[in-house]
């Protein structure tokens, strides 16, 4: 059910990412990321309340957790209840713990965009794909090169930004 229910938030499919994730959550009620996705999966559709009350869900059980999944669970918090540079703080943390994670190198990068500090987000996308290329495994969504797209586009990188757009096309 968690893996079904990524795989659909990673195609943008999120009313069967929600059922995928609560279908888990009903097996495990511990399963926090199954948590934190849901309230993502509400969220990106605009359920805002919906999402703080998943998010508030998984955030009263982080005492009882792992390093990762408290430092997730903390980052997930400070989406809906915080400031980006609290969830800085925290992807860091996560970054500290496996620096191998390119997803959250990706996201600290989309992080420094929405900051405005687009030469930091450059090294952070950057990395990310370096990362992927190092698998030898392509990333699950587009995203991962338009927001880099976006960060040279906007410090002036504009031959970086096409070259990379054929790349991903």
């Known amino acids: 059910n968690y893996i079904n229910g990524q795989n659909a938030f990673a195609k943008r499919e999120y009313p ?34 919906d999402a703080k009350k998943w998010i508030l869900k998984a955030y009263e059980k982080k005492d009882n957790m792992s390093t990762i999944n408290k430092a997730s669970t903390e980052w997930a918090h400070a989406v809906f209840f915080g400031t980006p540079y609290e969830q800085l703080k925290y992807f ?44 030898k495994i392509k990333p699950s969504w587009v995203f991962n090169y338009t927001d880099l797209g976006y960060a040279y586009h906007k410090t002036g990188q504009y031959e970086k930004e096409k070259r990379l757009y054929k790349k991903a096309e």
């Open 92 to 135: 860091k943390q996560l970054q500290d713990i496996d620096e191998q994670q390119a997803g959250i190198i990706y996201n600290i990068g989309v992080l420094y965009n929405s900051i405005y500090q687009y030469d930091k987000a450059i090294i952070e996308f950057e990395k990310s794909l370096a990362i992927f290329k190092m698998w």
């Open 16 to 49: 069967e990412a929600r059922e995928m994730f609560l279908n888990a959550i009903k097996i495990d009620s511990n399963f926090t990321m199954s948590i934190i996705l849901l309230a993502f999966a509400y969220g990106n559709q605009g359920f805002y309340q």
